[in-house]
């Protein structure tokens, strides 16, 4: 039977920042399985009931190795879990359940704890390995050590189940990281900023959900003047919730590019502000063009981080038949356009004036390029009194009262004209929108 157990385990860091937290590692592999425990300062993960969402066991490992190599922990398999603890302390590797028993056997005393404990009593009578304390007469070692031993040993070979206390998964996200060295530079943040997005990531795709919004905050070194604060956060926006470290890296990157640091900076934190579900990707066995290369949506963030929020804008429609205020512009990529037509189906035009053109009237017929021949219509579109402009004794009310109709210009084309029928503006024509 193929190695069912994962051991991780933290690994010191030579450079950057310090070992991560146990349970931050627990956290990030809920998303490979719910049975995930916290085992004498590192994580057990029994993956056997998850092996076949990912693929197989290989494609599972593979998933594993990767994020445990990014995370700083090392990783082991094996059919019990406190054989792949033992093993995750020595290196590591992946123990088949037929080889099981003669790894284990050449395992130093320290390899588990149960008997690590006891070295120097074992040491005495001649033990060094695993597998001396193994071919001792079990009713002494039990009378001398204690069933706990005893019971370790079965359980790391398989003869007698095991029983942990699973973690829970919090219900939101947020990570700490103390650097080793200290970041005078805002774009070296990266560094220890994607060791967290990682993390992120691992709890979002536990939780099904994608990420609208994150805030990297940092905390400047102890020895900074005063003048300088506590320190700083940069909140970044996605325009679709996302599980992908590289696409919160871009972003961020991009955004971190514009940030001076006031002083050093000595640890990050980072937490997830809006979640929203997220359904995953959704494979086709077709090529998709539009997958070949950076989607539009991931293009609009990165300039409007490079331009600032103002500099991309999306049309929102609004709960409002007159034309001018049927929509507004908003810095949210999160909003998305939609097409609007009137009421009564006549279709609105794609590129409305901002202030309507009067026309001339002759022989009481309205002319633009030429006399216009009336198409469709009409349909009357009035209201607005409630909508003012200006403060105080200024304000106006915004109040219309149109007749819209489709003409059409012998050289001009398609258009959208209105004739105003509020009391004292003599039925005049104006022209509001053009037809492509």
């Given at each position: 039977m193929s190695a069912h157990w994962v051991a991780l385990l933290p690994l010191p860091q030579p450079t950057g920042s310090w070992p991560i937290d146990p349970m931050a590692l627990g956290i990030w592999a809920l998303q490979f399985t719910p049975r995930v425990a916290l085992q004498?300062?590192?994580?057990?993960?029994?993956?056997?009931a998850s092996a076949r969402l990912f693929g197989g066991l290989e494609r599972l490992c593979q998933c594993m190795q990767h994020g445990a190599a990014e995370l700083g922990a090392c990783v082991a398999w094996a059919p019990t879990g406190l054989a792949a603890l033992a093993l995750v302390r020595h290196g590591g590797g992946r123990v088949p359940e037929e080889a099981l028993a003669s790894r284990l056997d050449a395992l130093p005393l320290q390899a588990m704890t149960a008997v690590g404990q006891h070295q120097a009593t074992l040491a005495r009578v001649g033990c060094r390995t695993l597998g001396q304390v193994r071919r001792l007469p079990r009713g002494g070692l039990v009378r001398r050590f204690g069933a706990p031993l005893l019971a370790a040993l079965d359980q790391a070979y398989g003869l007698r189940p095991e029983a942990y206390d699973w973690i829970t998964?919090?219900?939101?996200?947020?990570?700490?990281?103390?650097?080793?060295?200290?970041?005078?530079?805002?774009p070296a943040l990266l560094f220890g900023a994607r060791r967290l997005l990682v993390q992120m990531a691992g709890w979002l795709a536990a939780r099904h959900c994608g990420v609208r919004a994150f805030t990297l905050h940092w905390h400047h070194d102890a020895m900074r003047a005063r003048s300088a604060g506590d320190g700083g956060a940069l909140t970044v926006h996605t325009s679709q919730p996302t599980q992908s470290v590289e696409h919160c890296m871009r972003l961020?990157?991009?955004?971190?590019?514009?940030?001076?640091?006031?002083?050093?900076?000595?640890?990050?934190e980072l937490s997830a502000d809006t979640v929203e579900p997220w359904a995953g990707?959704?494979?086709?066995?077709?090529?998709?063009?539009?997958?070949?290369?950076?989607?539009?949506?991931?293009?609009?963030?990165?300039?409007?981080?490079?331009?600032?929020?103002?500099?991309?804008?999306?049309?929102?429609?609004?709960?409002?038949?007159r034309p001018e205020w049927?929509?507004?512009?908003?810095?949210?990529?999160?909003?998305?356009?939609?097409?609007?037509?009137?009421?009564?189906?006549?279709?609105?035009?794609?590129?409305?004036?901002?202030?309507?053109?009067r026309l001339e009237e002759r022989q009481h017929r309205p002319h633009y390029q030429g006399p216009l021949q009336l198409l469709l219509g009409p349909d009357r579109v009035e209201g607005g009194w409630w909508h003012r402009s200006g403060q105080g004794s200024d304000a106006q009310?915004?109040?219309?009262?149109?007749?819209?109709?489709?003409?059409?210009?012998?050289?001009?084309?398609?258009?959208?004209?209105?004739?105003?029928?509020?009391?004292?503006?003599?039925?005049?024509?104006?022209l509001h929108g053009y037809f492509g």
């Open positions: 004498e300062g590192a994580v057990l993960a029994e993956v056997s998964l919090p219900p939101t996200f947020q990570a700490r990281l103390e650097l080793m060295a200290r970041v005078e530079h805002a961020l990157a991009e955004h971190l590019a514009q940030v001076v640091l006031a002083a050093p900076v000595g640890e990050l990707t959704n494979h086709t066995l077709l090529p998709d063009p539009q997958r070949q290369g950076e989607g539009i949506h991931a293009a609009l963030e990165r300039i409007q981080a490079r331009l600032g929020p103002q500099a991309v804008c999306l049309p929102v429609l609004c709960a409002d038949h049927m929509q507004h512009w908003h810095s949210d990529l999160a909003h998305r356009p939609r097409q609007a037509t009137a009421g009564s189906g006549m279709p609105l035009p794609p590129w409305l004036l901002e202030v309507p053109l009310a915004l109040n219309v009262q149109r007749d819209y109709w489709l003409a059409r210009s012998p050289h001009a084309g398609l258009l959208w004209v209105f004739q105003q029928r509020l009391a004292g503006d003599q039925a005049a024509w104006f």
